[in-house]
């Protein structure tokens, strides 16, 4: 009993020190943080399973109805890369949310790791998004009906727009470090 109630007094003595307190995981982040943070989290990991998810199924109809227009072997990496996108995002989604509310702060690889591997899948997804327009583009082109859907336009809408924000943000880095030269 003596070495317990040493202990008690010992934790409350601890726990009013301010090393104690800096040792939280949590120490600066508001309760808004948080609950934005997961908005955000929540939000990409939806859309990635929705557009993911649409490309699937859309590549599995043109499968089932033996479409012979859409052979190609852009529609068999397609498919490949949505799901390996679909295992990133829900992988990525889990770290985030576990270091986030374990440590404080998202997912971060070892600096070596995230240059080269973000390098990487920003180049390999970049080329997906070009591989997806090239082929929706060239169904459209020979007018393959058995491809018409939805999920195509969709796609294709979606992979418009990750163009254009691509080049908004390229232009964007532009004309950041031109600043920084002219200071």
Same mark, same amino acid.
């Given at each position: 009993?003596?070495?317990?109630? @040493?202990?008690?007094?010992?934790?409350? #003595?601890?726990?009013?020190?301010?090393?104690?307190?800096?040792?939280?995981?949590? &120490?600066?982040?508001?309760?808004? @943080?948080?609950?934005?943070?997961?908005?955000?989290?929540?939000?990409?990991?939806?859309?990635? %399973?929705? $557009?993911?998810?649409?490309?699937?199924?859309?590549?599995? &109809?043109?499968? /089932?109805?033996?479409?012979?227009?859409? &052979?190609?072997? /852009?529609?068999?990496?397609?498919?490949?890369?949505?799901?390996?996108?679909?295992?990133?995002? %829900?992988?990525? =989604?889990?770290?985030?949310?576990?270091? =986030? =509310?374990?440590?404080?702060?998202?997912?971060?690889?070892? #600096?070596?790791?995230? #240059?080269? =591997?973000?390098?990487?899948?920003?180049?390999?997804?970049?080329?997906?998004?070009?591989?997806?327009? %090239?082929?929706?583009?060239?169904?459209?082109?020979?007018?393959?009906?058995?491809?018409?859907?939805?999920? #195509?336009?969709?796609?294709?809408?979606?992979?418009?727009?990750? %163009?254009?924000?691509?080049?908004?943000?390229?232009?964007?880095?532009?004309?950041? $470090?031109?600043?920084? /030269?002219?200071?």
């Amino acid at each position: 009993m003596k070495y317990f109630c @040493s202990y008690i007094l010992d934790y409350k #003595r601890m726990a009013n020190t301010k090393s104690i307190k800096s040792l939280s995981p949590m &120490k600066n982040s508001s309760p808004v @943080s948080s609950v934005v943070f997961l908005i955000v989290q929540i939000i990409s990991l939806t859309i990635n %399973v929705l $557009i993911n998810w649409t490309m699937i199924s859309w590549i599995q &109809k043109l499968d /089932k109805t033996q479409c012979e227009c859409s &052979k190609d072997w /852009k529609k068999s990496g397609l498919e490949y890369w949505a799901y390996f996108s679909l295992f990133m995002g %829900v992988l990525t =989604f889990i770290l985030n949310i576990f270091f =986030f =509310f374990a440590y404080g702060e998202s997912f971060k690889y070892s #600096r070596d790791f995230t #240059r080269y =591997f973000t390098g990487l899948l920003s180049i390999l997804s970049f080329m997906n998004t070009i591989g997806t327009l %090239v082929y929706i583009y060239n169904l459209k082109s020979i007018d393959c009906k058995c491809s018409e859907d939805i999920k #195509r336009e969709i796609l294709y809408i979606y992979n418009w727009l990750k %163009v254009i924000l691509m080049i908004i943000v390229f232009i964007i880095m532009i004309v950041f $470090i031109a600043s920084l /030269k002219k200071v």
